[in-house]
């Protein structure tokens, strides 16, 4: 079974500050994986996925992560914080039930950023 | 412009009334789903539906009713067997084939009074 294990509900950084944001998931087979980002009050919007092309994704918003097998991570990161980027954050995998495809997400990280 | 459209964004209600959710899309996707979200435990599936008059229970099925009569629409129904349905709603949809990703309606906050 597939699941999802995000590391620090909250995550606060200054701006301009580096953003690392932890993801690690558990997959029986080759994974799909996804992070999404939410504003309060408003539906998921994505960020960037992982299709088992090249292993740097680049996503909206200057954000990218990188799939590390070895160590079943897909973090998430961003070089300099904006303010604009104090949102929700999930990440995701790919999953089976019952035939039909799902995700699974996990708790997510909220992420402040102070001036 | 397409996507998906959830209404109403704010709904009442009082212990022991069904009420219904709509979500609709116009992106064509064949798929569509179901989220619960409540603070500090991500989402999690109620319903999905792959075809039109077909779906499937997710994970949180209990208390809630689905119908997929038309491939734009896919309504939830919280009923009153819901123990404690004030959440975060949210719908989303897929294309079948695609590389699972799912796109998301703007959600709708129930609360129960």
């Known amino acids: 079974a597939q699941s999802v294990t995000q590391l620090g509900s909250h995550v606060s950084v200054s701006e301009g500050a580096l953003v690392l944001l932890r993801c690690n998931y558990s997959?029986?087979?080759?994974?799909?994986l996804f992070w999404y980002v939410q504003y309060p009050n408003q539906g998921l919007q994505l960020l960037l996925k992982y299709t088992s092309a090249a292993t740097l994704v680049k996503g909206i918003n200057g954000f990218e992560a990188e799939f590390k097998k070895s160590e079943t991570s897909f973090h998430l990161t961003k070089p300099s914080a904006h303010m604009s980027d104090a949102a929700e954050y999930f990440c995701a995998v790919s999953g089976q039930s019952g035939g039909y495809n799902k995700l699974i997400f996990g708790a997510g990280t909220r992420l402040a950023v102070h001036p | 412009d397409g996507g998906i459209t959830q209404s109403p964004k704010y709904l009442f209600r009082k212990e022991g009334q069904n009420v219904t959710l709509s979500c609709e899309q116009n992106l064509n996707h064949d798929a569509m789903y179901w989220y619960r979200q409540d603070p500090g435990q991500g989402l999690r599936l109620i319903y999905y539906s792959q075809i039109v008059n077909d779906f499937q229970k997710g994970d949180i099925a209990e208390g809630y009713s689905v119908s997929r009569e038309k491939k734009e629409s896919f309504p939830l129904t919280v009923t009153s067997a819901q123990k404690n349905p004030t959440a975060f709603y949210l719908c989303a949809s897929r294309v079948a084939g695609s590389t699972d990703t799912q796109y998301f309606g703007p959600g709708t906050r129930l609360t129960v009074l």
């Open positions: 997959s029986s087979v080759p994974p799909y």
